[in-house]
C-alpha cells in the first residue's frame, strides 16, 4: 500500500470524505457500495464486489436469492444433484 498523501479527520458520526481526485481516479461514485476490511491494524476501503458464499470467489459471480453464487459452484451442485 502506498500513502495517497491525504490526511482527513473523522467528524463526529464517524465519517470520512473521500477527496475528489481519489474518487475520480477509482471511478467511484455516490451511492456506490465500499467495503470495509481489517488487515492487522489498517483499515482498508475497497469498492465492493460480491463474493461466492461457498468459496469468496469474485469470478463469474451471480446473485440467486440474494446470495451471489459463483459459476464453478453452480457446476458442482449441479452435478451433486444429478448423482
Known amino acids: 500500500m502506498k500513502p495517497a498523501g491525504v490526511v482527513r479527520k473523522v467528524d463526529q458520526l464517524g465519517r470520512i470524505v ?3 481526485s481519489l474518487r ?3 471511478q467511484m461514485n455516490e451511492g456506490d457500495p465500499v467495503e470495509i476490511l481489517v488487515s492487522g491494524d489498517h483499515i482498508i476501503l475497497e469498492r465492493y464486489r ?3 458464499v461457498f468459496c ?3 469470478e463469474e459471480v451471480k446473485e ?3 446470495r451471489h453464487i459463483c459459476n ?5 451442485m449441479a452435478e451433486i444433484k444429478e448423482s
Open 18 to 20: 473521500l477527496p475528489k
Open 64 to 66: 440467486f436469492r440474494e
Open 56 to 58: 469468496s470467489s469474485m
Open 24 to 26: 475520480k481516479r477509482y
Open 72 to 76: 464453478q459452484c453452480l457446476i458442482e
Open 50 to 52: 460480491p463474493r461466492c
